[in-house]
């Protein structure tokens, strides 16, 4: 039997990175992050690493 689960939180849109960096921060190193790249390069995208 296959066993799917939907995310809890999904963040999409305009400047959704600046908002999700809270909850993300929260979720420690178990996140899974599905982006362009253009985030990956952006200076968000570290701020939600450090």
Do not use: N, W
């Not at 999904?10 to 908002?19: A, N, P, Y």
Request: include cysteine.
């Amino acid at each position: 039997m296959a066993h799917y689960l939907t995310p809890e939180h999904i963040f999409t849109g305009r400047d959704c990175l600046s908002e999700a960096v809270g909850y993300l921060k929260q979720c420690g190193k178990k996140a899974l992050l599905v982006t362009g790249p253009y985030v990956v390069k952006s200076e968000m995208f570290a701020d939600c690493l450090s």
